[in-house]
């Protein structure tokens, strides 16, 4: 499939780039997508929660009354979860939530992301550029261009331009990441991405079999 080649100001120009239909035109795999995404959200989190059961809470260990003829239930201590202050019944603690996936199944989501943008009309190729200066007015003048702003928007460039980093960084709905760094979280997470013309041969080459 072919895409037109915008400049900065949002115009066509006189290219086209042709995408490779292995990589941008598969039937997308809904669970490996499933599986990555899990993945990266599970890899986010810090599983730092802790939770004080029956051994480390603190309180006396001593028996509060007789074990029978009160009418009551017995109760152990004060430490009894069915009291205030009490432990915790199967309380929550430090663990690591991260798993592993295979290489290949992880190629196959990005890939099957990439497809679903493509039929979405989500991905426009515009041409490699560089900012002189950090400005953020700048580079929302290019978003203008492309009538991008308010949404969620993904540009991915083949290297680290900073300049371009530092104008975006304060924007809450833009995102900039290497062709190198591409996963299928951001893919779908963004309205629409804007792929530099460079970046496009860079993510072909990464997901080549």
């Known amino acids: ?8 100001k949002g115009a066509k120009t006189s290219r086209k780039v042709t995408l490779d239909d292995t990589i941008f035109g598969i039937e997308p795999n809904d669970h490996a997508i499933y599986l ?13 929660h802790d939770s004080l059961e029956k051994s480390t809470v603190s309180g006396s260990t001593k028996k509060l009354k007789k074990q029978k003829g009160t009418g009551g ?8 979860p069915l009291y205030r202050g009490g432990a915790r019944v199967f309380g929550p603690h ?3 939530y991260s798993f592993k996936l295979n290489k290949k199944l992880k190629r196959l ?22 900012l002189e200066a950090p400005k953020t007015k700048e580079f ?5 261009n492309f009538k991008v702003i308010g949404q969620k928007a993904l540009l991915v460039m083949s290297g680290v331009e ?19 760094d591409l996963n299928t979280y951001e893919i779908l997470d963004a309205k629409i991405m804007l792929v530099t013309e460079s970046s496009v041969k ?8």
């Open 1 to 8: 499939m072919e895409l037109e080649v915008y400049n900065i």
């Open 36 to 48: 990555d995404v899990k993945q990266h959200m599970a890899n986010k989190r810090q599983g730092t």
């Open 73 to 80: 239930a017995r109760a152990g201590s004060i430490k009894n």
């Open 94 to 96: 430090p663990r690591d």
């Open 109 to 130: 989501a990005r890939i099957s992301a990439l497809s679903y943008k493509l039929k979405e009309n989500g991905i426009m190729v515009m041409e490699d550029f560089s």
């Open 140 to 144: 929302n003048e290019i978003l203008k």
């Open 162 to 180: 900073m300049n371009v980093i530092l104008s975006a960084r304060n924007l809450k709905k833009v995102r900039i990441i290497r062709a190198a």
């Open 202 to 209: 860079e993510i072909e080459k990464i997901h080549q079999n």
